[in-house]
C-alpha cells in the first residue's frame, strides 16, 4: 500500500512519521509471536513423530528350542532374532514422515510398493509364519476347512504333495501360501520374495517361508526335505481361524 500524502506543516510530517514507525512495530511484534507460534508448532510435530507408532517383533508362542530337531534353535535365532527384527527396524526407520506413520500393518501392506512394502510384507508374512508352528502341533485341519480341501484336492495327504511341490518349485526366495479367494475357493499360490494372498484380496491360511536363511543352516540345499518335516509342527488350530 503507498500512501501519497501532502503535508501542511513540517511538524504534520513528523507526526505522521511518528504514527507509522509505531504501527511498524506493532507489526513486527505480531510477525515475531507469528514465527514463535510455527516453531512451537513444529516441536510438537517432532515430538508426534518420537512417539509415533512402532512395530515391535511379535511374542514366540513357544520357546526358541522347542521346534527342533525340524527347526533348530539357531536357525530361530537368527530367523526370528535377526532377520525378522531387522525387517521391522526397516519398517520403522522407512515409514517415519510419510503418509504410513501412523497406520496398520496390513494397509501398509495393501497399499505400498518399493522397500516400504518389502520390508512390511515381510514383516506381516513372518507373524503369520511363526504362529503358524507348535510343539504340540494338529497336524491336521478339522471342519469346514477340512472338508473345503478335500472337495480341492481330493484328500489332506494329495493337498500336502501339492503344496510341497509348489515350495520346492519357487525359483529363489519366496513363500508358499494355501488361501482362499473372495469366491471362498482354496488355491495354493507361489509367491517370489515377500508375495503374499493380501495384495490379491484373497485370506492366507497358511503361509510357508521358502528363502534360504528359513532352513539352510538345518537342511542345508534340501528345501523339499525341509518343507516335508514342517508337516510334524504345522498346527492346523491356528490356520482354520483365519477360515
Ligand atoms: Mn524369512
Redesign the pocket.
Known amino acids: 500500500i503507498v500512501l501519497i500524502v501532502n503535508f501542511k506543516t513540517k511538524k504534520q510530517m513528523n507526526k505522521t512519521k511518528c504514527i507509522i514507525a509505531v504501527c511498524s512495530c506493532v507489526l513486527f511484534t505480531f510477525l515475531g509471536n507469528g514465527q514463535i507460534q510455527a516453531n512451537d508448532y513444529n516441536k510438537c510435530q517432532t515430538q508426534k513423530s518420537k512417539t509415533m507408532k512402532q512395530f515391535t517383533l511379535p511374542q514366540l508362542p513357544y520357546s526358541a528350542d522347542a521346534l527342533a530337531p525340524v527347526i533348530s534353535k539357531e536357525t530361530i535365532d537368527y530367523?526370528y532374532g535377526k532377520?525378522?527384527q531387522t525387517y521391522i527396524n526397516n519398517l520403522n526407520k522407512l515409514i517415519a514422515g510419510t503418509e504410513f506413520e501412523n497406520a496398520d500393518l496390513e494397509t501398509i501392506v495393501k497399499k505400498s510398493d518399493g522397500a516400504i512394502f518389502n520390508n512390511a510384507a515381510?514383516t506381516w508374512?513372518?507373524t503369520i509364519?511363526f504362529n503358524t508352528f507348535s510343539p504340540n502341533a494338529r497336524q491336521y485341519p478339522e471342519g469346514k476347512l477340512r472338508a473345503a480341501i478335500e472337495k480341492e484336492w481330493g484328500s489332506f495327504d494329495n493337498f500336502k504333495k501339492e503344496f510341497t511341490a509348489a515350495g520346492s518349485a519357487i525359483f529363489g526366495s519366496g513363500w508358499v501360501w494355501l488361501a482362499k479367494t473372495p469366491e471362498g475357493q482354496l488355491v495354493i499360490l507361489k509367491e517370489s520374495n515377500a508375495g503374499n494372498p493380501l495384495t490379491k484380496g484373497y485370506t492366507p491360511l497358511l503361509g510357508i517361508?521358502v528363502?534360504e536363511?528359513?532352513y539352510y543352516l538345518d537342511y542345508q540345499n534340501r528345501r523339499a526335505d525341509h518343507l516335508e518335516a514342517l508337516w510334524t509342527i504345522i498346527d492346523w488350530k491356528s490356520n482354520e481361524s483365519r477360515f
Open positions: 530367523h532377520h525378522l515381510q508374512n513372518h509364519y517361508d528363502w536363511h528359513s
